[in-house]
């Protein structure tokens, strides 16, 4: 039986059309970030995590920052709730871990606060805005 889902880790220029595709729908599309906003010259230098069915379709994304930074998560609204952002983010933790990051950081949408903290992601700081939409900083220490 083929597994109904992969992640690929991969650089920008191995993942970057499926995955900037993902962005452009969810985030410029659906939530009305503006595209200077969403992409902002950074994609070369992560590592980025593709969400594949046994189709071969593409997903749901996301990307971690040399500076331990875990972004851009998003999944294809049709793919929802079926455990591919917990997929994207556990690779992007464990890619985190294997280069001996101490943490890693990201910066959640409120509504997904939840989501985040069952990854055990502690939030902290103010609520802020980023492209028009409130945020909270959160941390996850990953030594052992």
Do not use: N
Request: net charge negative; hydrophobic share 40%.
């Amino acid at each position: 039986m083929t597994p109904p889902l992969a992640i690929r880790e991969g650089d920008w220029a191995e993942l970057g059309m499926d995955a900037s595709e993902i962005r452009r729908v969810v985030f410029i599309e659906e939530q009305q970030v503006p595209q200077e906003e969403e992409w902002d010259g950074r994609d070369e230098d992560c590592r980025h995590f593709l969400a594949i069915d046994r189709d071969g379709k593409a997903l749901g994304t996301a990307r971690l920052l040399p500076d331990g930074h875990i972004g851009r998560v998003a999944v294809l609204e049709e793919a929802r709730g079926r455990g591919i952002g917990l997929a994207l983010m556990d690779a992007a933790i464990a890619s985190a871990r294997r280069r001996g990051d101490p943490s890693v950081v990201l910066d959640a949408q409120t509504h997904a606060l939840a989501f985040y903290e069952r990854l055990g992601f502690r939030a902290y700081g103010d609520t802020f805005l980023d492209a028009g939409i409130p945020h909270r900083s959160m941390i996850l220490t990953l030594h052992d």
